[in-house]
Nanobody, 123 residues
Framework: QVQLVESGGGLVQAGGSLRLSCTAS????????MGWYRQVPGKERELVAA???????NYADSVKGRFTISRDNAKNTVVLQMNSLKPEDTAVYYC?????????????????WGQGTQVTVSS
């Protein structure tokens, strides 16, 4: 099994900054991509930002220029630095990781999620 544990989040005023961190653990062989998604009640979960093991990044248009995703491959950690936060960024943020792990011998793919962390931006 692969577990993702998130930290960070909280309450901030509009224009402020927050930093989310996520670390993957388990019998991981390799991680191809890690990313952050967010979800508000009544809406589908949406991609915020993602990064591959080759450091190729992808951002939602709504966060480009404000959010930065980075990754420490050696520590299986991904960080989302969120600046110039807006009230519409309020959501539960989820970490996602995709890759290969070892399950009782044979290799297997994983696509795992963290438990989610609340980000609230007040106006």
């Amino acid at each position: 099994q692969v577990q993702l544990v998130e930290s960070g989040g909280g309450l901030v005023q509009a224009g402020g900054s927050l930093r989310l961190s996520c670390t993957a653990s388990g019998t991981i062989v390799s991680i191809s991509a890690m990313g952050w998604y967010r979800q508000v009640p009544g809406k589908e979960r949406e991609l915020v930002a993602a990064i591959t093991n080759g450091a190729i990044t992808n951002y939602a248009d709504s966060v480009k220029g404000r959010f930065t995703i980075s990754r420490d491959n050696a520590k299986n950690t991904v960080v989302l630095q969120m600046n110039s936060l807006k009230p519409e960024d309020t959501a539960v943020y989820y970490c996602n990781g995709k890759g290969i792990y070892m399950e009782y011998g044979p290799l297997a793919n994983f696509d795992s999620w963290g438990q989610g962390t609340q980000v609230t931006v007040s106006s």
